[in-house]
């Protein structure tokens, strides 16, 4: 089975610190995306990433910086946390293919709150 | 503007009580549809891939179908194991996916 670790399940942090979000997949997997859930909004994308040092932005960069300097490791950075950065946070990773698309293995989600 | 629409945001059902949820999309050159699950403090766990109209997948109570501009997800005789948040979401072609907004199923008992 396919695991996507999130390094902490919960955080806390102050206005204006770097935030970090760590995300480690073992299934070789080239494709890796960071979403944020949030209440009647439901899953936005931050960003993603079809390769090492390869970054694209997604629907909500403003605010947030990636890293992938490994295949496994997709980072998420905040780089001034503020309060409306509270949010849960998920990372995916999937399978690149020519063909038929797969679907994204998610892991089980930082809740990050910014006092 | 790709959207993707599901209804009811909740729905409650007895024990056995079959029922149907829907995912209404509106994109472009569609990929490809997917359905996850989703328990609480959990992230989306996967459930099916459909990729053309009239393609049905089936696992245990559940059964999706996807039509030229909708899915659904059909629950028969659902268990209170199966409450959960179940998340459509569509890929376009060279892009990421785009996730509709849930629909929380509580099913008693």
């Known amino acids: 089975d396919v695991k996507v670790t999130q390094s902490s399940r919960y955080l806390v942090k102050r206005t204006g610190e770097k935030v970090f979000l760590e995300c480690v997949q073992d299934?070789?997997?080239?494709?890796m995306f960071w979403y944020r859930q949030d209440p009647g909004l439901g899953l936005r994308l931050i960003y993603f990433?079809?390769?090492?040092?390869?970054?694209e932005k997604g629907d909500i960069p403003e605010g947030y910086s990636v890293s992938r300097e490994k295949k496994e490791r997709f980072s998420l950075i905040l780089e001034s946390a503020s309060t409306n950065q509270t949010s849960m946070y998920l990372c995916?990773?999937?399978?690149?293919?020519?063909?038929?698309?797969?679907?994204?293995?998610f892991g089980d989600g930082t809740r990050l709150s910014i006092l | 503007e790709d959207q993707v629409t599901q209804s009811p945001e909740a729905l409650r059902l007895q024990e056995g009580e079959s029922s149907s949820l829907n995912c209404s999309y509106t994109?472009?050159?569609?990929?490809?549809l997917f359905w996850y699950r989703q328990d609480p403090g959990k992230g989306p766990e996967f459930l099916f891939t459909?990729?053309?109209a009239g393609e049905e997948k089936e696992k245990e109570r559940l059964k999706a179908t996807l039509t030229k501009k909708e899915s659904f997800l059909h629950i028969t005789a659902p268990k209170p194991e199966d409450s959960a948040t179940y998340l459509c979401?569509?890929?376009?072609?060279?892009?990421?996916?785009?996730f509709g907004k849930g629909t929380t199923l509580s099913v008693s008992s």
């Open positions: 995916a990773s999937s399978i690149k293919t020519g063909g038929s698309n797969q679907p994204q293995h």
């Open positions: 299934m070789d997997h080239e494709n």
């Open positions: 990433s079809y390769d090492v040092k390869m970054k």
């Open positions: 994109v472009s050159g569609l990929r490809g």
């Open positions: 459909l990729y053309s």
């Open positions: 979401a569509v890929e376009k072609a060279g892009t990421a996916l785009i």
